[in-house]
Nanobody, 123 residues
Framework: QVQLVESGGGLVQAGGSLRLSCVAS????????MAWFRQAPGKSREFVAN????????DYADSVKGRFTISRDNTKNTGYLQMNSLKPEDTAVYYC????????????????WGQGTQVTVSS
């Protein structure tokens, strides 16, 4: 099993920035695809970004392209989501996820999830 712990959420004004972190333990992190999802109240889970194990291939939702950057440091078993130019519509609970195989449109039953971290963007 894998345990994932997110941190870095908080309250920020529109146009501001936050960096989320996701620390993995329990299994080697380097060979897992790592992703970020978010869920706002009353809405379904939304894909945000993912990154291959090597860090060389990334995918972003259109809504965050150019503003968010996903990265990872396999030596620290940690993934990151740098969020710039935040908008009120970015307000959500952000979850990190890890799996040996994952795509923006596929999340298997064996995917591991963090507990989530709240991001609130005020207008």
């Amino acid at each position: 099993q894998v345990q994932l712990v997110e941190s870095g959420g908080g309250l920020v004004q529109a146009g501001g920035s936050l960096r989320l972190s996701c620390v993995a333990s329990g299994r080697p992190f380097s060979r897992y695809v790592m992703a970020w999802f978010r869920q706002a109240p009353g809405k379904s889970r939304e894909f945000v970004a993912n990154i291959a194990w090597s860090g060389g291939i990334t995918d972003y939702a259109d809504s965050v392209k150019g503003r968010f950057t996903i990265s990872r440091d396999n030596t620290k078993n940690t993934g990151y989501l740098q969020m710039n130019s935040l908008k009120p519509e970015d307000t959500a609970v952000y979850y990190c996820a890890a799996a040996t195989y994952m795509r923006r449109d596929y999340v298997g039953d064996s995917t591991y999830w963090g507990q989530g971290t709240q991001v609130t963007v005020s207008s």
